[in-house]
């Protein structure tokens, strides 16, 4: 998050982020988030366009993608218009889960 042209000199520290979005969701008139969560929205927002683990961890500036591969995890409501049943599935004759065969 740059406020000017150019990076800023020294890192920005924890209380100086929590401030500018803490005035941010306040000029916008809306409920208070963490700047973690606003962070977390932002890879969840990139994946969901297309980007890959990648991209999501250059943009965040993560050095391990596997702490940006957090994102990668399955989405149950975007994967159920893609489930079909199984050939020649019989639901009278299904066992429940965990019932021997």
């Known amino acids: 998050m740059f406020l000017a042209i150019g990076a800023p000199a020294r890192p920005m ?3 100086s982020v929590w401030g500018i979005v803490a ?3 306040a000029r ?3 409920a208070p988030i963490s700047p973690r ?3 977390h929205g932002l890879g969840c927002d990139l994946l969901a366009a297309g980007a890959s683990l990648v991209e999501i961890s250059e943009v965040l500036r993560q050095k391990d993608l596997a702490t940006t591969a957090i994102y990668a995890r399955v989405d149950l409501a975007a994967l159920a218009p893609l489930v079909r049943a199984w050939p020649d599935d019989d639901a009278e004759n299904r066992r429940p889960a965990g019932e021997p065969a």
């Open 13 to 15: 520290r924890p209380q």
């Open 23 to 25: 005035r941010a969701c």
């Open 28 to 30: 916008a008139e809306v």
């Open 37 to 39: 969560s606003l962070r």
